[in-house]
């Protein structure tokens, strides 16, 4: 039988997420970068981290970047 119930737990997102793959990244950005070639790796991964609650490495974000230009 529960008597207490404390409805209210301590645990950190985790924001790092391997499953983010270039792929992904480019299906969710591509528009973004055809648009703006120039746009900074480093805004898209902000972006992704306000917008999808997901944080990548730099390089994965520049290897998408790359990929979405090339089409």
Known sequence: MLKTLVDQHECHRVY????????WIVSKFENL????PSIDVKLI???LRENYRV????????KAKKRA???
């Open 69 to 71: 230009i090339k089409g």
């Open 55 to 62: 944080l990548v490495d730099i390089q994965r974000v520049y």
């Open 16 to 23: 790092n997420n391997k499953e983010a793959k270039v792929k």
């Open 45 to 47: 991964g902000d972006l």
């Open 33 to 36: 970068v055809k648009k703006n």
